[in-house]
């Protein structure tokens, strides 16, 4: 008998046409060792979905900017329009706007992936403007993710530039007011200013070069850049492994959630759908950039009413707010009235986003990795500090619409206009005051209902007569989440010197000292370990006191339980 355990030749089939095309792929790409990746875990949270959110209108305006680019045309040659929208018909404009023009109105579909590609464009900054607050707001931030967080920052900027920059290719009067801004913006900057003009305009303002130039950094520049870093951004989040908020069987080992395939790929592919629906539906019935009642850019005119898109309303209001200020030096004017409201400002602003990681590591001295977020109310000076911030945003866009504001509520412009400038002062300090104290708050709730239990609604009469609500334990699930917190603590102060030596550091310690004061001072900390002990043995005695009383009959009504009723 032959021990041979091989099957004969004749007697094995051949192998599916699917199986023998994966196993030609593996055999040069190597695909098998990469299965780990569908069984990645993801973890699930409303807030999550920003980010998607961004990626997903991402591709919707690749999709449509490809088809864009097959019909405009970025030239800035001046012609006659003579289209199909009879009130340009004859008007001098460049090759550019006429394009824009034609795609509109003359090419099948055209109006609609133009507005297709604007929403997409503003629905994506304003996911990634939510999705960098929730970082800020839940702490994701920390170590080991302070490099993604700087690659995500910088795609909020190069995208919101990219807008801009986009906003201004049809060369139609509104965006042609814009870069007019843009232009004196940039030459307001000290040294180099009259060089990175000339270097974007090509001469002077318009030039005949700066839609050209535009078109090269929208179409290929900062899209190329853009893809390169979301790609890094991606792989890091898949390296470092997904965030995820405390509760019960979550650690800072382990990430609880869906795997990638097949439910989250699924739930992904669902939702990509219905966001690329819900931005063909604002395409198909919300006008948005309706250039041809603007007209082309000429130098003489402006629009009435003129508002850039929204991610660009703060800059526009802290340059009407910003008094006329100016002074020379060395026979040089330095222009205050823009220097300060659109340079110093907006990169103030974005290097206190940008470092704030590094910042919080620094004061701390928190060295530790951290995959468990924070809820907003357990860091409640960086909560208001970011409500803050949003705030002073919020101040500077409403001050971008004053002109509007004033029109429309029958208001004296110079009355909004100062109510910006106070409110730039104001306002912030206030937003930032009253959200730490209602995360204060909300704390001591916390440390109360673990301490006390939850209100039920239902009454007991005490024995002297007295009625008080029964409060029950919480459910586990809440109570580990609410006790997995972290208690933040400030830093020691610092000694002046050891043993008679002045300490080296003292200036920089103290700092630290007096800024994590500032982050954790004053915190609400969460029940000790015998705190917890006394509440549970007393949530025990109650619940077994009053199953141990017996049922009476009152002589007027049904039979209660120790004088316990219901409002």
């Known amino acids: 008998m032959s021990t041979n355990g091989r099957a004969p030749r004749s007697g094995r089939g051949t192998a599916p046409r699917g199986e023998r095309m994966a196993d030609w792929t593996d055999g040069r790409l190597g695909i098998y060792s990469l299965r780990f990746l569908i069984r990645k875990v993801f973890p699930e949270h409303w807030s999550f979905m920003f980010g998607e959110i961004a990626l997903y209108s991402f591709i919707v305006l690749l999709l449509t900017g490809v088809w864009l680019t097959l019909f405009f045309d970025p030239s800035m040659t001046e012609t006659a329009y003579h289209g199909a929208y009879v009130p340009l018909q ?12 034609h795609i509109s109105f003359e090419v099948r579909g055209g109006l609609f992936i133009r507005q297709l590609h604007h929403w ?75 060089y990175l003009t000339m270097f974007l305009f090509g001469g002077e303002f318009p030039g005949h070069f700066v839609i050209g130039r535009f078109y090269g950094f929208h179409v290929l ?63 198909g019935i919300a006008q948005i950039n309706p250039v041809w009642t603007y ?46 409201p659109a340079v110093v400002l907006p990169t103030l602003m974005t290097a206190v986003a940008a470092l704030w990681p590094f910042l919080e590591s620094w004061v701390t001295g928190d060295k530790r990795e951290h995959h468990l977020l924070d809820r907003p109310r357990d860091h409640p000076t960086r909560t208001a500090f970011v409500t803050a911030f949003v705030a002073l945003y919020l101040v500077l866009f409403f001050g971008g619409a004053n002109d509007v504001l004033a029109e429309r509520f029958h208001l004296s412009l110079n009355q909004i206009t100062w109510a910006v400038r106070i409110g730039v002062l104001v306002v912030p300090a206030l937003a930032y005051a009253v959200t730490r104290r209602v995360c204060l708050g909300l704390a001591r709730r916390d440390r109360d209902t673990l301490l006390h239990g939850r209100e039920t609604g239902r009454l007991r009469r005490l024995p002297h007569g007295e009625f008080a609500e029964v409060h029950e334990r919480l459910d586990r699930g809440r109570e580990y989440t609410l006790l997995a917190r972290e208690d933040y603590r400030p830093l ?47 949530f025990a005695h109650a619940a077994d006191g009053h199953r141990a009383l017996p049922a009476r009959r009152d002589t007027a009504g049904p039979p209660v339980r120790g004088g316990e009723g219901r409002i």
Request: positive net charge; proline residues 7%.
């Open 90 to 101: 004859g008007v001098r404009m460049s090759q550019a706007y006429s394009s824009t023009v």
């Open 492 to 538: 020691p102060a610092p000694v002046a010197e050891v043993n008679g030596v002045p300490n080296p550091n003292l200036r920089k310690e103290m700092l630290r000292h007096r800024l994590s004061r500032w982050l954790y001072g004053n915190q609400t900390a969460k029940p000790t370990e015998q705190e917890m002990r006394q509440a549970l043995d007393h």
């Open 295 to 340: 007209g082309p850019y000429r130098p003489d005119q402006i629009s009435q009413g003129s508002q850039p898109d929204w991610y660009m309303g703060f800059l526009e209001g802290a340059l009407r707010a910003m008094p006329a200020w100016e002074f020379s030096v060395a026979g040089h004017t330095v222009n205050m009235a823009v220097l300060v």
């Open 221 to 283: 520049l900062v899209p190329g850049i853009v893809v390169a870093l979301l790609t890094v951004h991606l792989i890091l989040v898949f390296y470092h492994k997904h965030t995820q908020f405390r509760g019960p069987a979550r650690t800072e080992e382990n990430v609880v959630g869906q795997p990638l395939f097949p439910h989250y790929t699924a739930k992904a592919g669902g939702f990509f759908f219905l966001i690329a629906g819900v931005l063909c539906l604002l395409a």
């Open 120 to 194: 997409s464009a503003l629905v994506m900054i304003a996911a990634l403007c939510a999705h960098t607050l929730r970082h800020l707001l839940t702490g994701s931030f920390r170590k080991p993710r302070e490099i993604n967080w700087l690659i995500g920052f910088v795609l909020l900027v190069l995208v919101t530039l990219e807008g801009f920059v986009g906003y201004s290719l049809p060369d139609d009067l509104l965006s042609g007011t814009g870069l007019r801004i843009a232009e004196g913006v940039t030459l307001a900057i000290p040294l180099a200013g009259t």
